[in-house]
């Protein structure tokens, strides 16, 4: 049953795969950047909040985007830039690294390149046991998932397991999605350092899936997935754990899961960019406005006053048209009214 699944799943993203470079095509290059800069910021601010980090998406924004760029001063800003430079990392290296020991361990490094941990300690294995928590969208504990592998045993397994995904990736005996995805899990049940492996798997499983064709990934977030699904990564990944490394119960339940979410993510990429072909036939100003909810997560008619300049009954019909059409939610009542994309 689980084989007749994934099948049917593989293959229709095989199909987006062979057309994303002619569905781009017809995207035009500032419609593209958008997209990109919009699903940076939700990765990054998905991925780091998946370990317990509480930035919201506006603030991890600013933070990245924003115009008075600034180094990180917080625990969650260390974690953001971090994840944006290894992000930035993977996309480089699609064509020029290949799958090995030195390759996850700069990658770690990158990842947690502003954090707290010693320099030198950022590169090894861990020497401790590690209970690998669950967190709640709030950003709290809630839970431990599983015990990851015992240090002794690390370095075996990440030779072979990093062994085994060079060998399979190039070959034809497994498709490339069901090695990303069972080196994603794998790698997360091994947590081979003290810090961020589990933002270290979902950044190889990226570039696994980048170096195979699947170059759409950079425009909608595959993390922001994986967070809407918190309760059922937890369970999915916590039952693989307790089934064995290589229980086909466990894995390929797994893996179900990882096609559904990267199903998902491919989903949202073409809504957005059927949104984005619908505000073209916007006028400036509700354009603009939308922009604006987006950037602040919470649009009162003050900041659209300032921002844009128009008239202020002007503004009200605009964002009572944009609610009327979906593309903003409308809060609250009277002065105290504020909005947010929909």
Do not use: C
């Amino acid at each position: 049953m689980l084989d007749h699944e994934i099948l049917n799943l593989v293959a229709p993203l095989d199909e987006f795969k062979g057309r994303w470079h002619s569905v781009a095509r017809q995207v035009p290059d500032r419609q593209l950047a958008t997209l990109a800069s919009r699903a940076t910021v939700e990765s990054v601010g998905s991925s780091t909040r998946m370990d317990g980090a509480r930035m919201p998406d506006p603030e991890v924004d600013r933070f990245l985007f924003g115009p008075d760029p600034r180094p990180p001063t917080t625990a969650d800003e260390r974690a953001a830039a971090g994840y944006a430079e290894a992000l930035e990392m993977v996309y480089d290296a699609v064509g020029g690294e290949t799958l090995d020991t030195d390759f996850v361990r700069r990658l770690h490094g990158a990842v947690t390149w502003y954090s707290d941990t010693a320099g030198a300690e950022r590169w090894e294995y861990r020497k401790a046991s590690l209970r690998v928590r669950a967190y709640d969208a709030g950003g709290r504990p809630a839970g431990t998932l599983f015990n990851a592998s015992p240090p002794a045993r690390i370095r075996t397994q990440m030779e072979d397991l990093v062994r085994w995904g060079s060998r399979y990736l190039d070959s034809d005996e497994f498709h490339p999605l069901l090695v990303a995805a069972s080196f994603m899990a794998r790698l997360s049940i091994i947590h081979p350092f003290t810090e961020a492996s589990g933002r270290l798997a979902r950044l190889l499983a990226t570039w696994m899936l980048m170096r195979s064709g699947y170059s759409h990934l950079p425009y909608a977030s595959f993390e922001r997935v994986l967070e809407e699904r918190r309760s059922s990564h937890h369970r999915v990944l916590g039952r693989a754990v307790r089934t064995g490394e290589n229980g086909r119960t466990g894995l390929g339940e797994w893996v179900v899961f990882f096609l559904r979410s990267l199903t998902a993510q491919r989903d949202e990429l073409l809504r957005r960019i059927e949104g984005q072909h619908r505000k073209t036939r916007l006028p400036e100003l509700s354009v603009k406005l939308i922009d604006l909810a987006r950037e602040v997560g919470r649009l009162t008619m003050s900041h659209a006053l300032d921002q844009t300049g128009a008239n202020r009954n002007t503004i009200k019909v605009h964002l009572r048209q944009l609610v009327a059409q979906g593309r903003l939610l409308r809060h609250g009542g009277g002065r105290g009214t504020w909005y947010t994309p929909s």
